[in-house]
């Protein structure tokens, strides 16, 4: 688990002027008695005020006051806390209260983008094309499959599934809009199959704790199969037809135990694998390509090694495959008599390709070395290929390799076949693929192409598109414009930067607004894909850009190393490169210049905005990780003792008080701070609701400007907001609503 969100989403916020008035009023409590209001918007009394109780923390003769310590209540269930959340959304709405109407139409535009009755591109899983619906008005999809008639024929790029009055029959698994009605969150997360095809093992959050609880069900009748596997993450395989191995996890919510579990015994009688006892260690799951091993697998953020099970042994043991060298990250594939494994260490950064036979582990052979400039990202392995994704130059590639038959030795690699994509900029990644086949499938999209499902046959080199995401209203991708510019940092590094624009409306004379949006953490790359919301900015006139900073892993494994522990600084003053390149190259001005981070992206946010408030009007922080010193000093919450390699582990002075000078709550000062959106999930476990919190008050007793700063908390979600595909479609609403407002672009009311 790491501080971040799945896709970024689109926050974009712009200031205007701001009226102050003061008088005295009958508040409630916790309400400062002074009104401030936005120009366009009618009188409303001032931002809560979180009362301050005395908390000193000292460490190497250090003294931190955390006045808003008391806000931390891991139970979520304080009153007081839960009150003075619910004062901040109460003033929230009030001060967006008279842009209701134009909410309601912004949804209207942006869902009637939407396709609202579709299904997935179907993948092949033995007799059956599996495949997702949605229906029209449903929030939720359902899992559905169809069997094949002709299932004994290889699989082609020209595979259509039938449909029709004389196709088979669709069969409806599960109904997600039908488990949803009786919870305000719903998300399924894990949707297995058993390789007989006869049952689904699913896990389910009602929360978004993410904290699941898996069922199985029969496929065909959609009975529960035994009793469920309560208190689990959402890591889930099948081990033969007739058993499952989950990960669960400790009181910090670390995944620390790999268990098996026999269908129709009690979870009590499951057998633990692997106890991961080293709090620096997490475990996943990963299923071979060939379906014949299980992987489990544990890592730290600099050392990873591996265990499999033999699945046709059902013996419930692990064998080490790669055991534990600290700086040595492996990853493993099969195939054949064949371990694949792709390893990293601080010499080949970048990774390098090894196979070695299955009884004879130690006999590796180099299949691709180490490049200084190409980094070995991940492979997916076929029967008679091996796909390469790759990035160089801070792209992904595709690369085709031929395999010799299955028993045959490796000796190395012939020249790769690449495949060639039509955008400058774009994001590609692997989906799910039928490993006896020459069929890769693989999804991509860029900043104007909708995302699309590709089959690539291997042989021939063919491509067909199997799928593209359905763009209503009159969707035109030539109207848009797409380029790379590169901004140079201050020690001459070269920062990528991916810029959108809709090519008719935007004048690139420094008027135009833009959101500039960054990460920066975990390895993450940030790549440019396709968002249909994304569209009621654009469409407006907004330019879009992502800055692609050290810390993240667009540029390769060291652009991450230069942005982590005691050179994470690099990755706030990249962004401020990238934000003044776009300033001095007329994108936009001072005065238009929007910022949106989210997460791990919100620490980002919190430490530019204090070192440069100057260079922004608005910034967006979603779950912002910004109360990092405090956070990092504590081992009882989640993910803590698992990220001291990622941020360092402040218990030692050097990382203590580089930490701090850096940490966004501990470095607010009496400044002025543009306009601000800060957001928070009181069930998120990954960025406690109360460091936003925390931040937010701090902001409000220190700020010297009147510019306007909303705290919006949802009582009912975790890390990743709603959970409903429309409920989602409501916050970019709000944020692009005052967004709009505060650039003084909202219709009159009477329009």
């Not at 400062?32 to 409303?44: C, G, P, Q, V, Y």
């Not at 449909?163 to 029959?169: C, F, L, R, V, W």
């Not at 931040?695 to 909303?710: C, G, I, P, S, Y």
């Not at 429309?726 to 505060?742: G, P, S, W």
Request: hydrophobic share 35%; proline share 5%; aromatic share 12%.
């Amino acid at each position: 688990m790491v501080r971040l969100s799945g896709l970024p989403y689109l926050l974009l916020l712009q200031s205007t002027p701001l009226l102050v008035s003061f008088s005295s009023l009958p508040l409630a409590s916790g309400f400062a008695k002074t009104r401030l209001t936005f120009s366009t918007s009618a009188m409303a009394p001032a931002p809560p005020v979180a009362k301050k109780v005395k908390h000193e923390m000292v460490m190497f003769g250090d003294v931190r006051n955390d006045d808003h310590y008391w806000l931390r209540d891991d139970s979520r269930s304080n009153p007081e806390v839960i009150a003075y959340l619910n004062e901040e959304n109460a003033y929230t709405d009030l001060l967006m209260k008279d842009s209701k109407s134009f909410e309601k139409e912004l949804y209207k535009e942006i869902r009637g983008r939407i396709k609202e009755d579709d299904i997935s591109a179907p993948i092949r899983k033995g007799s059956y094309y599996y495949y997702q619906r949605t229906l029209e008005g449903k929030e939720y999809v359902q899992y559905c499959r169809r069997l094949i008639l002709n299932a004994v024929t290889a699989p082609s790029v020209h595979d259509v599934m039938p449909t029709g009055p004389d196709a088979p029959e669709e069969q409806v698994i599960l109904d997600e809009n039908v488990k949803a009605k009786e919870h305000n969150y719903y998300n399924i997360e894990a949707f297995k199959v058993s390789p007989n095809n006869k049952l689904v093992a699913y896990a389910e959050d009602t929360k978004g704790n993410e904290i699941y609880t898996v069922y199985v069900i029969d496929a065909e009748t959609q009975t529960t199969v035994g009793k469920p596997l309560v208190n689990v993450t959402s890591y889930l395989e099948w081990a033969g037809d007739h058993a499952l191995v989950y990960i669960t996890m400790d009181e910090i919510l670390r995944p620390d135990k790999a268990w098996s579990h026999k269908l129709g015994s009690e979870q009590s009688s499951d057998i633990c694998l692997y106890h991961e006892k080293d709090d620096m260690f997490s475990l996943y799951l990963q299923i071979s390509e060939s379906k014949e091993y299980l992987f489990v697998v544990s890592e730290s953020k600099k050392t990873q090694s591996v265990f499999y099970m033999d699945i046709a042994k059902q013996d419930d043991k692990l064998t080490v495959l790669t055991p534990r060298v600290y700086g040595i990250d492996t990853s493993v594939s099969h195939r054949g008599n064949h371990f694949f494994i792709k390893r990293r260490s601080d010499e080949y950064y970048n990774s390098e390709l090894l196979v070695c036979p299955r009884d004879n582990i130690s006999a590796t052979t180099v299949l691709l070395p180490h490049r200084e400039s190409v980094k070995i990202q991940d492979i997916q392995l076929f029967i008679n290929h091996l796909v390469a994704y790759e990035r160089e130059n801070g792209l992904a590639t595709v690369t085709i390799y031929d395999l010799p038959a299955i028993g045959e030795e490796i000796k190395g690699l012939q020249s790769g076949r690449k495949v060639e994509f039509i955008d400058p900029i774009y994001s590609v990644d692997p989906s799910e693929s039928v490993f006896s086949s020459s069929i890769l499938r693989f999804s991509y999209s860029s900043l104007r192409t909708p995302s699309s499902v590709y089959d690539y046959d291997m042989n021939s080199s063919v491509s067909v598109l199997k799928k593209i995401e359905a763009v209503l209203g009159g969707f035109d991708p030539s109207n848009y414009v797409t380029e790379r510019k590169w901004a140079i940092a201050s020690d001459g590094t070269q920062v990528p930067i991916s810029i959108v624009y809709q090519k008719n409306l935007v004048k690139l004379d420094g008027s135009d607004p833009m959101l500039l949006y960054g990460y920066g953490s975990y390895e993450i790359c940030v790549d440019p894909d396709f968002k249909k919301s994304r569209l009621s900015l654009i469409d407006r006139g907004f330019i879009f850009a992502i800055a692609h900073i050290r810390g993240g892993g667009e540029m390769g494994r060291k652009w991450y190393e230069n942005g982590k522990l005691l050179k994470k600084k690099n990755t706030f003053t990249d962004f401020i490169t990238c934000a003044e390149y776009l300033l001095e190259h007329k994108y936009c001005s001072k005065e238009k210049l929007c910022i949106e981070g989210r997460s791990a992206g919100g620490l980002l946010m919190g430490a530019v905005l204090n070192m440069r408030p100057d260079l922004f009007k608005v910034a967006v922080a979603g779950v912002p990780f910004v109360d990092v010193l405090t956070t990092m000093l504590d081992p009882t919450i989640p993910l803590t003792t698992s990220e001291w390699e990622e941020w360092g582990d402040p218990r030692k002075e050097e990382f203590y008080f580089y930490m701090k000078s850096y940490s966004p709550v501990d470095n607010v000062k009496p400044q002025n701070y543009p306009n601000m959106l800060v957001t928070a999930g009181l069930n998120d476990p990954r960025v406690l609701y109360s460091e936003p919190a925390k931040f937010v008050a701090k902001l409000r007793e220190l700020k010297t400007d009147n510019n306007t700063l909303l705290f919006k908390v949802e009582m009912a979600a975790g890390h990743f907001s709603k959970s409903g595909r429309f409920e989602k479609l409501q916050e970019d609403v709000y944020t692009y609503t005052f967004i709009l407002k505060t650039l003084n672009m909202l219709p009159p009311p009477s329009a």
